[in-house]
């Protein structure tokens, strides 16, 4: 099994509270400091980290065209409903 790769080291300042917490979760989990600090990102790149991605593909999305106007969209939805309900 091939690990990721990973990034250079990063210089990162903590406020004291937070590090005491990460160091606590470390050591009751038998982990190191990098690996809670890991977890905790891919936490919020999962939530709202992964929101605020996909705002940023839709406005590139929309800057090169790649999108539908609404209007369009609505009366492609009311066409498709009204034959339906026929």
Same mark, same amino acid.
């Given at each position: 099994?091939?690990? /990721?790769? %990973?990034?250079?080291?990063?210089? +990162?300042?903590?406020? +004291?509270?937070?590090?005491?917490? =990460?160091?606590? =979760? &470390?050591? &009751?989990?038998?982990?190191?400091?990098?690996?809670?600090?890991?977890? &905790? +990102?891919?936490?919020?790149? &999962?939530?709202?980290?992964? $929101?605020? %991605? *996909?705002?940023?593909?839709?406005? #590139?999305? =929309?800057?090169?065209?790649?999108?539908?106007?609404? $209007? $369009? @969209?609505?009366? @492609?939805? #009311?066409?498709? @409903? /009204?034959?339906?309900? *026929?």
């Amino acid at each position: 099994m091939s690990k /990721n790769p %990973l990034s250079e080291p990063l210089t +990162l300042r903590l406020p +004291l509270d937070v590090l005491e917490d =990460i160091e606590t =979760i &470390a050591a &009751a989990s038998d982990r190191t400091r990098s690996w809670v600090i890991v977890r &905790a +990102l891919k936490t919020y790149l &999962a939530g709202e980290g992964a $929101d605020i %991605l *996909a705002i940023v593909k839709g406005r #590139e999305q =929309i800057a090169t065209g790649d999108s539908h106007d609404m $209007d $369009d @969209v609505t009366s @492609v939805i #009311e066409a498709i @409903v /009204n034959s339906k309900a *026929a």
